[in-house]
């Protein structure tokens, strides 16, 4: 399975960016997508998730302004991200569960300004 993360750039604080993560490769094995963050000297962490099922999950920080979903046909999962804050500024990475994909792919950048 290889993944690629695109969609990302520069936007304004408050304005919106849609993410896509195009996977490709056998669905074997995969449950869940997830989207994870990394900004500058921190950890990467957990954005939000979606099963199989469309079930969704979200870190609190993106919670009522961020939304996962698949395109199961596309093979693309979307991260729709809105009323964007200076703290979402990070690489934004994808991966699947329970497999996750090693390495990691280059991720999108987001870098938000004020």
């Known amino acids: 399975v290889q993944l690629q993360a695109s969609g990302g750039g520069l936007v304004q604080t408050g304005g919106s960016l849609r993410l896509s993560c195009e996977f490709t490769g056998s669905r074997f094995g995969i449950n869940i997508m997830d989207w994870y963050r990394q900004a500058p000297g921190k950890q990467r962490e957990l954005v939000a998730s979606i099963t199989s099922g469309r079930n969704t999950n979200y870190a609190d920080f993106v919670k009522g302004r961020f939304t996962i979903s698949r395109d199961i046909t596309k093979n693309i999962v979307y991260l729709q991200m809105n009323s964007l804050k200076s703290e979402d500024t990070a690489i934004y990475y994808c991966?699947?569960?329970?497999?996750?994909?090693?390495?990691w792919g280059q991720g999108t950048l987001v870098t938000v300004s004020s």
């Open positions: 991966n699947t569960r329970p497999n996750v994909i090693l390495p």
